[in-house]
């Protein structure tokens, strides 16, 4: 590897200040987490249980290995803290999951905390295993999507536009409109209507529609009075706006079967 | 198929097939409002159902309004059952058959016990829709009463045709018990496989156009049984052509060209012979060069 290279976790306590281009994991097999800044008004990511509408966070156990994770209303607009945690065999990650700092988290093994790092350094220890296994893509998308900065932002694009497979930029897409809306808002907007794949268009809807965007009913019933689009594409808006649980969609839903 | 995924597979086919149906024969905004519809589906019901009923009691077209009573159908709530078990009561109402049909689909049990009534009361159509909304909720035995119920002989018929779709044996055999044979009787035995039945029909002289109809129905149905050792006791059986034929018939209906060329050795009648013959050159069966080659040695 050329550049200087950093061995992440030599000291937890030490506090790394890593910068480099790229970096290294350390050398013990097992969990290693770090934080970095999450990205402004990201959700609480954490493990909840439900008791009817009412989330309670639970204590997330690592060693079970479940894909992907929870969120669950957006926090402050001030960035946070996301932790990373990651196994790690022979100096390569092999799970990977993505937690709020706070968020209660628990292995039967020893968690090598290696503390905060830079963003940048993080997104390269995570951007290789977008070319993984789908299961890891999906993981490092949604790991890299709660990063604060503009990297993650481009990176989330540029897969969604020019993913390896059509699911790569499906997740980007999903991932862009759960961690950024905002920013993310014309991209996915123009994706509605102008991705080449209409599988893609119809994801963008979905991503959209499951987003914390406040005008997502308004965009929906955009795209179902568009009569330029293609019967399918109206109805795919359609159901999407049913999931919704606004007074507005439910209005709408009604308007258009009482006409 | 159990009851519950027939219920399933009428559910995924009647979205599916009614909607590639509606392509052709509604309005841009009918298929836009049918879309809203079914959006509904995966609404709560608290928030579906007052749109549904809004719907129903409006202006709007036939066909929006059996998509709303589809959906409604689904919803457990007893409004909604009210309006399906309303319309399906309803012998003016062009959307009877459809909520008649529903109530099979949902299988919901209050729903489904009164069918009957509906039945008992409703024009040959609703009938028909009832008969059909018992077979898709896989209740025979409702469909054995109706068929001891009714005094109309196509709707016997329709509901005996059900059960044979449904393989319904004991059902079947109720039937018969009490009705005696028909035509549509033995068109069941065959779709839902009951050998015995058929064969016991096969080997009784009393009514020859029903024996003959039981011989070649023997062919086509669908059975673990040796049908070849039944066909050729019927053949020895029998001296009379007609007979004959109908096994023959049967056995070329069944593939049995082992059979039909035991039939061709053992006989010494040329007629018949060139018979059994004809029917092994249909089926396109090796057999019949062996008994071209058997006959040229003679």
């Not at chain 1, 506090?15 to 959700?43: F, K, R, Y």
């Not at chain 2, 409002?33 to 409006?58: H, N």
Request: glycine share 6%.
């Amino acid at each position: 590897m050329r550049g200087t290279r950093w061995i992440l976790g030599l000291s937890a306590t030490m506090g790394l200040m890593i910068s480099a281009h790229s970096a290294e994991l350390a050398a013990t097999d097992g969990w290693q987490a770090w934080q970095v800044t999450a990205v402004e008004n990201a959700p609480d990511l954490c493990c909840y249980e439900w008791h009817g509408e009412q989330p309670e966070r639970q204590v997330c156990k690592l060693d079970k290995r479940v894909r992907g994770f929870s969120t669950h209303e957006v926090r402050s607009s001030e960035p946070g803290e996301l932790t990373i945690y990651a196994w790690v065999q022979d100096q390569q990650i092999h799970y990977l999951r993505a937690l709020s700092s706070d968020c209660p988290a628990h292995s039967d093994r020893e968690i090598l905390r290696l503390g905060p790092i830079d963003n940048a350094t993080s997104i390269s220890l995570l951007k290789p295993l977008l070319r993984r296994n789908h299961k890891m893509m999906d993981h490092a998308l949604a790991a890299i999507a709660f990063h604060h900065g503009n990297e993650a932002f481009r990176i989330l694009q540029q897969r969604a536009q020019a993913g390896d497979t059509l699911e790569q930029k499906k997740q980007a897409l999903f991932w862009l409109a759960q961690s950024r809306i905002t920013q993310a808002r014309d991209y996915l907007m123009s994706s509605m209507r102008g991705a080449d794949e209409p599988e893609l268009r119809k994801h963008a809807v979905f991503s959209y529609s499951q987003s914390a965007a406040l005008d997502r009913d308004a965009v929906l019933i955009d795209l179902v009075e568009d009569q330029s689009l293609a019967h399918e594409e109206r109805k795919n808006a359609l159901f999407w706006l049913a999931h919704s649980d606004s007074s507005e969609a439910l209005d709408y839903l009604q308007a258009v079967l009482l006409r | 198929m159990k009851p519950q995924l027939l219920r399933i597979a009428v559910i995924i086919t009647a979205l599916f097939v009614s909607n590639a149906a509606l392509a052709d024969r509604v309005s841009d905004k009918d298929r836009l409002k049918i879309s809203a519809i079914e959006a509904l589906m995966v609404a709560p019901q608290e928030r579906s159902l007052p749109v549904l009923k809004k719907v129903m009691a409006s202006n709007n077209s036939t066909v929006v309004k059996e998509r709303a009573l589809f959906v409604l159908g689904q919803i457990d709530h007893p409004d909604a059952l009210a309006i399906v078990l309303g319309t399906a009561r309803d012998n003016s109402s062009p959307l009877q058959g459809a909520a008649i049909r529903t109530i099979g689909i949902s299988g919901d049990t209050k729903a489904m016990a009164q069918l009957a009534t509906i039945f008992s009361d409703g024009n040959r159509a609703a009938q028909k829709k009832v008969l059909e909304a018992y077979l898709i909720a896989g209740d025979a035995n409702a469909i054995l009463n109706a068929a001891l119920d009714t005094s109309d002989d196509e709707i016997f018929d329709v509901a005996v045709s059900r059960l044979g779709a449904m393989g319904a044996l004991e059902q079947l055999k109720q039937l018969r018990g009490k009705t005696g044979t028909t035509r549509s009787l033995i068109q069941a035995y065959a779709i839902s496989g009951d050998v015995e039945s058929l064969l016991l029909i096969a080997r009784d002289d009393s009514n020859p156009e029903q024996q003959i109809q039981a011989i070649q129905s023997l062919g086509i149905a669908r059975s673990e049984s040796d049908k070849g050792e039944m066909f050729i006791r019927i053949y020895r059986e029998n001296d009379r052509m007609d007979v004959r034929r109908a096994v023959m018939h049967g056995m070329m209906l069944s593939g049995d060209d082992t059979g039909l060329l035991t039939l061709f050795e053992e006989s010494d009648n040329e007629e018949e012979k060139t018979m059994l013959l004809r029917q092994l050159v249909m089926m396109d069966s090796d057999a019949a060069i062996e008994a071209i080659d058997k006959a040229l040695a003679e």
